[in-house]
């Protein structure tokens, strides 16, 4: 996010760097690993580890608008959901079915020194489902929300990422793809229009126009390309667009319109 919206390139490439890392090293046999040291990989990865990870993906694929990060945000995404995701509770756990047998299986809802592991799972799953039209991924996020009205309710202050989810939930959604070379400066303001504001309740998608591989993923990059053959961007609400824009102006008024008096 910084990388963006500060324009520095060295945080780009550092973050890049750290997600090569983690994907090629500590991703064992498909499964996410917790801990590294010395060459070795152990200790089977958490939920949190795995709901992190995939919001650092979606993110990373908002800056570079290349596939590869939101084709392995969507594969953990399902992963996490396999391996954590209990539907006769509802519920996420913190440690996946195979893990090592506890006397009780592990839960925490509350956010502490970290969100919680169940709220950042049900926040991506949210995304991804919006993303990648998996409407699956919405029943269950939405499932898990109906789980812990009670202590969004009665404690607040320990929920924050579950309302933040929640409102997610029940808000239209900005839906909005990013047709052009991520190198292009073009590319770079339109990006910087859509981090730059305040728009909690959005997604963020992109392609260089050159494939069809994007595409594929997610539904939002169907049938899109640059207008003019310069870098453009739609702006969607459930899957319903407004007319397509090139200059930055003209992105950030579709996207914090002004409120009528």
């Not at 992963?79 to 925490?108: A, C």
């Not at 809802?109 to 993303?131: F, N």
């Not at 591989?213 to 667009?241: D, H, M, Q, W």
Request: contains cysteine; proline residues 4%; glycine residues 8%.
């Amino acid at each position: 996010e910084a990388s963006v919206v500060l324009d520095r390139q060295d945080y780009l490439e550092s973050a890049v760097k750290c997600a090569k890392f983690v994907l090629s090293t500590l991703v064992n046999e498909s499964r996410l690993m917790r801990s590294y040291n010395v060459g070795r990989s152990k200790i089977s990865a958490y939920l949190e580890d795995y709901a992190c990870l995939v919001n650092g993906l979606l993110v990373l694929h908002e800056a570079t608008l290349q596939d590869v990060w939101l084709d392995e945000a969507i594969k953990l995404g399902n992963l996490m959901v396999d391996l954590f995701w209990d539907e006769t509770g509802s519920v996420f756990f913190d440690t996946g079915y195979d893990h090592e047998n506890l006397i009780i299986r592990p839960r925490s809802d509350q956010d502490g020194a970290m969100p919680s592991g169940g709220a950042v799972a049900v926040d991506v799953l949210l995304r991804l489902s919006v993303i990648s039209g998996e409407k699956e991924l919405g029943r269950i996020a939405s499932a898990a929300l109906g789980n812990v009205t009670e202590l969004m309710s009665r404690y607040p202050i320990s929920a924050g990422h579950w309302l933040c989810a929640l409102d997610f939930h029940m808000s239209d959604v900005k839906q909005i793809a990013i047709i052009g070379d991520n190198e292009s400066p073009e590319t770079k303001r339109l990006l910087r229009e859509v981090f730059g504001s305040y728009i909690p309740n959005r997604v963020l998608v992109g392609s260089d126009g050159a494939g069809d591989s994007v595409s594929s993923l997610t539904p939002l990059l169907k049938g899109r390309s640059p207008i003019e053959g310069k870098s453009t961007a739609f702006v969607c609400e459930n899957y319903v667009c407004d007319l397509p824009v090139n200059d930055p102006e003209d992105l950030t008024r579709i996207l914090m319109p002004k409120s009528k008096s």
